[in-house]
């Protein structure tokens, strides 16, 4: 139980386009999903948070009209990354608090964004 | 200001032995503190967490240590396989399911 699934797996895209990444909660219902990115041999570094119904909360330093971010069921968040540019390139994950005996948090299996 | 770290960035163990993953924190707030295995290209995969108010959780193969005094947490897989070979990060979190904040990971490579 507890899976995420995020889709695409890769995606490459024109610089100025926008992209929409969703990730779904398949067998539970996330009120929260977290968005993480990740570049290259480096930490996963959180983006924003997620939460079912209201707006989501931006780490500092990520623009929020860059990457728009919508939880609009218990199933299902999307990161919209708008304008994509080059510098926008990176592996984008999503995370939602883990049902089981033990705390922690499933991950979707990622999106590797590659803007040319 | 990076409030976790992993300071080896590379261990290498032979088939069978013991692994010991290492990490250290600086936020006394944080509370909750997991271990994940992840694969080039691919999300993490949840290993084992563990709680401030405890200081050890094991299952099967993984035991996680939690030194509150020292800010330090340790991962141990026993015995280690070939199958472990990954990178693991140790992330931390200061509310229950509040947002992790991860190590920079450690490339753990098993060797037959």
């Known amino acids: 139980g507890a899976v995420v699934s995020q889709h695409p797996s890769w995606v490459i895209c024109k610089s100025g386009t926008s992209v929409k990444i969703e990730c779904r909660s398949l067998?539970?219902?996330?009120?929260?999903m977290f968005w993480y990115r990740q570049f290259p041999k480096q930490s996963l570094m959180l983006m924003a948070t997620?939460?079912?119904?209201?707006?989501?909360?931006?780490e500092q330093g990520v623009e929020k009209d860059k990457f728009l971010i919508n939880h609009a069921s218990l199933t299902l968040s999307t990161l919209t990354v708008t304008s994509a540019h080059p510098e926008d390139s990176s592996f984008y994950i999503c995370?939602?608090?883990?049902?089981?005996?033990?705390?922690?948090?499933?991950f979707g299996s990622g999106t590797r964004l590659t803007v040319v | 200001d990076q409030q976790v770290k992993q300071n080896s960035p590379s261990l290498s163990v032979q088939e069978g032995r013991i692994s010991i993953l290492n990490c250290d924190y600086t936020?006394?707030?944080?509370?909750?503190f997991l271990w994940y295995k992840k694969y080039p290209a691919e999300g993490p995969t949840f290993l084992i967490s563990?709680?401030?108010?405890?200081d050890k959780n094991e299952d099967g193969r993984f035991t996680v240590f939690l030194n509150k005094s020292a800010k330090h947490l340790s991962l141990h897989i026993v015995p280690s396989q070939p199958g472990d070979s990954a990178v693991y990060f140790c992330?931390?979190?200061?509310?229950?399911?509040?947002?992790?904040?991860f190590g920079q990971g450690t490339i753990l490579t098993v060797h037959p």
């Open positions: 995370s939602a608090p883990r049902q089981g005996r033990n705390y922690g948090y499933t």
């Open positions: 067998d539970f219902q996330a009120t929260t």
């Open positions: 997620s939460n079912e119904g209201s707006k989501a909360t931006y």
């Open positions: 936020n006394s707030m944080f509370d909750y």
């Open positions: 563990i709680s401030s108010i405890k």
């Open positions: 992330a931390a979190s200061g509310t229950s399911y509040g947002k992790l904040t």
